[in-house]
């Protein structure tokens, strides 16, 4: 069984370090207009979303944790999908 505190610790680096990097993909649209970079941000955004409602949903909701592990799952592959396509995009 895993310490509740290591969780919320590793949860909340995911999420600074997942904002951190949104953010700066986001400023770099704003300056560039740029699609990819664009896409870039949204995709970082959903992970990270998916990060924090998982960490929600297992700590506050207190409900099955495989829910949280659904969503978490979920996010992080539509955010990959993102962020391979901003690989693609122009």
Not at 49 to 59: F, H, T, V
Request: proline share 2%.
């Amino acid at each position: 069984m895993t310490h509740p505190f290591v969780i919320v610790g590793l949860k909340t680096a995911t999420l600074f370090l997942g904002g951190m990097i949104t953010f700066y993909a986001f400023r770099a649209y704003r300056r560039t207009r740029s699609p990819a970079l664009r896409a870039l941000a949204i995709g970082f955004g959903v992970v990270t979303l998916g990060s924090l409602l998982a960490g929600a949903i297992d700590q506050v909701l207190q409900v099955d944790r495989e829910l949280a592990l659904i969503v978490e799952s979920g996010l992080t592959a539509v955010g990959f999908a993102v962020i391979l396509y901003s690989l693609y995009a122009e």
